[in-house]
């Protein structure tokens, strides 16, 4: 097993990527990963009772960390627009309310988007280089790329292929991670888009290819590692998020650095929003509690935020007519 | 962003406790010839209720209640009969369930999240896996016409109060023996509630009788001519006294004792949840289990990032009030166990060990440890041979698995241990060559009505639980 987190170990990441053998080599000496352990592990946090002025807290927190987000074939200047507003003020009766970290469309959109959002500090994030599927030719990737930060995305959210990962050739997804980190470059200079990745852990079935690929992604340059597209079940889970910290927090260990993680799909309440800040709170720590180094990838979650909020200051539940449907 | 969790302790106003208890025998409360004794709550010192003393006569009485209940009704009844009050107080458990655990975390000291996720759910599960059993017992590979043993006389310890009581009673019942249980002297309310149970069960008068109180009760108990199995949990201490007290009678006896589990961390374990399991093992119940990991072997090549991730994760602890339902360790269940708890790790110290704790604030009042670790520990130390029964962790290395087999073995216990590794024929191996009545394979302190249950050695001899669990109640039961 690499001992990753003793002090050493920090230079001795640059040659792991040198061969798809000392990667594989890299990939599969890392410690295994107990299914039912982590499983456990993730239950357990979720049985912590989060009320009153911690749910306040956590409440906003999750506001602010939600990529709000739409992906669908039907998406109009008009969908993204109504989005972009309801990022900005989620609760149009409650100046208190904050805005959320990001819109989320796919790269054609960006253009209305960042438009609509101007200088309000939400961020444009587009899916590109061929998301969900991942199987598009590196150059169409990369062309994908290039048009959503040309646009002006903000961050650049990118999937792994799959195929490529499930075959064992690493060096392959991980050459294509460094190269869309290229294209998250603008090309007059100035703050490159950020780059997350998601790995669609549905598809990747087992707990220690999601710690392969979240290594593989933060060797690459990731700002970022993210669960899934949304298109595929199951999305995020707790168990898999688990995993994903426990790879963030060794790696800033083994390099100082810091890379940010995104649970997409399937969170929908409050109550699950508040079992994963419990679980980014006693993993990783306060540290991650940032919409910069955690996000939330949902479209019907901030109802339920908004629905929840209302309800801790009102004391009563206000109903689904009285949140905005976008 | 600090995430501070606001306090969300569980409603006490669940359990509607009597200022005081008196003893039941033959189906009722009766008063006691004895005296009266405190129960308090550990964590705050507060007196919960009074509890009636058994003496010599009432221990008596009690037996000749359990006695005619076995003679005139309970030794006559089909299985299935005994099944359906198994199944009845299996079912009022359920339904108390709440009332229970709120119950055994104000009287133990343990956090609510545990009286209610392990201890009361198992207690259900294994009165509903006995009922099971009850009209089936021809099938146990016991014999073809198995026969109870007549009245069992049984004591058990404070660290799983009602849980102990399930262990005892569900078996002893279903296999059509009668019961005189005494709970530990600092934890008689869930037993005095679950004898309310048996009143709302409507199980016949005398089949569960209840004497509380401390030493010289049990002794009583133990030493009755009428009492035909003895069963026992709790210190080798005691338990060696009661293996002498029966010497000689024709008394069946199982002793549930001390231990001082290794477990065993492999250097191709999966470190994150091996950590995990060296927590749940050792500061699980404040470390009052008798088959605690309570003594970490983990192999040299390792042992500084386990030791580094260990004590990153003990960092996030909750010490505190046990009905908090976000409180990880609750209170040590009295003052006597604290002190042994504090001389131990004392002399942890003295012999040289070097003793590490989260930092971590303890309330003013009540009995309270904070989770420990003792490190540079070899199997010299005290803490490595002694059972501490308490948060404390004495942490030992090995080089390779003979060695790791070799001092896990070396104790005069032997009640259960851990293997952590990715490699199965490793597990298999291990888990063969080591001598622990239970061995876990990557997970620890698990428990399940199925699973039988016991020591070798100093731990103790018999099993509970499972199919093995029914011989101890049955005549030429001996599997």
């Known amino acids: ?326 | 962003m600090e995430f501070e969790y606001a306090p969300a302790p569980e409603s006490r106003s669940v359990v509607d406790l009597k200022p005081s208890y008196g003893l039941f025998i033959g189906g009722e409360f009766v008063d006691g010839h004895g005296g009266a004794f405190k129960t308090i709550s550990p964590a705050t010192e507060e007196v919960l209720a009074e509890v009636a003393e058994a003496d010599e006569a009432d221990v008596d009485a009690a037996v000749k209640a359990a006695r005619r209940a076995y003679d005139r009704v309970w030794s006559k009844l089909s299985g299935a009969e005994r099944a359906k009050y198994l199944y009845r107080i299996a079912r009022i458990i359920q339904e108390r369930s709440r009332e229970l655990a709120v119950a055994e975390s104000l009287d133990n000291g343990k956090p609510i999240k545990e009286s209610r996720d392990v201890d009361v759910p198992t207690v259900a599960a294994h009165f509903f896996y006995y009922a099971g059993w009850a009209d089936k017992l021809e099938y146990a590979g016991l014999g073809t016409d198995p026969r109870p043993l007549g009245v069992a006389g049984q004591v058990i310890p404070w660290n799983f109060p009602l849980l102990m009581l399930a262990w005892k009673v569900a078996p002893a019942l279903a296999c059509g023996n009668t019961v005189v249980l005494k709970p530990a002297e600092t934890t008689p309310l869930t037993a005095l509630l679950f004898a309310e149970i048996c009143q709302q069960a409507d199980l016949p008068a005398g089949v569960v009788n209840i004497v509380t109180g401390a030493g010289a009760t049990g002794q009583a108990l133990v030493s009755h001519p009428g009492v035909d199995k003895v069963a026992f949990t709790g210190s080798t201490e005691v338990g060696k006294a009661i293996a002498r007290a029966v010497a000689g009678t024709d008394k069946k006896v199982t002793l549930e004792l001390g231990g001082k589990a290794a477990n065993i961390v492999f250097d191709d374990a999966p470190i994150d949840q091996a950590v995990e399991g060296i927590v749940t093992g050792i500061f699980f119940n404040q470390g009052h289990v008798c088959c605690a990991g309570s003594r970490l072997l983990v192999q040299e090549s390792i042992a500084e990032e386990v030791l580094a991730r260990l004590k990153r994760r003990m960092s996030t602890l909750r010490v505190g009030d046990p009905l908090d339902k976000n409180t990880d360790i609750g209170a040590i269940n009295s003052a006597e166990q604290l002190a042994r708890i504090r001389e131990l790790s004392a002399v942890g110290e003295a012999e040289g060990a070097d003793r590490w704790s989260p930092p971590c604030e303890l309330p003013d009042r009540g009995f309270w440890f904070p989770p420990t670790l003792f490190t540079d520990v070899t199997q010299a130390h005290r803490i490595a041979r002694e059972e501490i029964f308490g948060p404390v962790l004495s942490v030992l290395t090995f080089r390779t698995p003979a060695e790791a087999v070799e001092k896990a073995n070396n104790t005069p216990f032997g009640l259960s241990a851990g293997v952590w590794t990715e490699k199965g024929s490793r597990i298999l191996h291990v888990a063969s060559a080591l001598r622990a009545g239970v061995v876990w394979a990557n997970t620890f302190n698990k428990f399940d009505p199925t699973s039988p249950f016991g020591g070798y050695q100093e731990s103790g001899y018999g099993r509970e639980g499972g199919r093995h669990g029914l011989a101890a109640y049955l005549k030429g039961g001996e599997l």
């Open chain 1, 1 to 326: 097993m690499p001992a990753l987190t003793s002090p050493g170990a920090t230079g001795d990441l640059s040659d792991v990527t040198a061969s798809d053998a000392t990667l594989r080599r890299f990939l599969h000496g890392l410690p295994g990963v107990d299914q039912v352990g982590a499983e456990a592990r993730a239950a357990s946090l979720g049985t912590r009772s989060i009320k009153t002025t911690a749910k306040a807290q956590a409440i906003d927190l999750a506001i602010r960390m939600v990529d709000l987000t739409t992906l669908e074939g039907q998406d109009t200047p008009g969908k993204v627009r109504a989005l972009a507003s309801k990022a900005m003020r989620p609760d149009p009766t409650d100046a208190t309310c904050p805005a959320t970290a990001a819109v989320c469309v796919y790269p054609d959109l960006v253009g209305v988007a960042k438009q609509q959002l101007g200088d309000s500090g939400v961020n444009v994030a587009a899916v590109a280089a061929a998301v969900p599927r991942g199987r598009a030719p590196l150059d169409i990737k990369l062309a994908d790329t290039r048009d959503a930060v040309a646009a002006g995305a903000d961050e650049i959210d990118m999937v792994i292929d799959r195929g490529a990962f499930l075959t064992g050739r690493y060096l392959q997804v991980f050459e294509e991670i460094v190269a869309v980190r290229g294209a998250c470059e603008r090309p007059g200079g100035g703050e490159p888009a950020h780059l997350k990745v998601i790995f669609e852990t549905g598809e990747l079935q087992t707990y220690d290819n999601v710690r392969r690929a979240s290594w593989l992604a933060m060797l690459a340059g990731a700002h970022f590692i993210k669960t899934s597209t949304g298109k595929v079940q199951p999305a995020a889970t707790l168990p898999v998020t688990l995993v994903m910290l426990e790879a963030v927090r060794d790696y800033r260990e083994a390099t100082g650095q810091m890379v940010g993680v995104k649970p997409a799909g399937g969170i929908r309440t409050t109550k699950d929003a508040v079992k994963y800040l419990v679980m980014v709170n006693e993993v990783v720590g306060a540290d991650w509690l940032d919409p910069d180094w955690f996000r939330f990838g949902a479209s019907t979650l901030l109802n339920d935020l908004l629905m929840q909020r209302s309800k801790l200051a009102t004391g009563r539940y206000s109903g689904p007519d009285y949140v905005t449907i976008d």
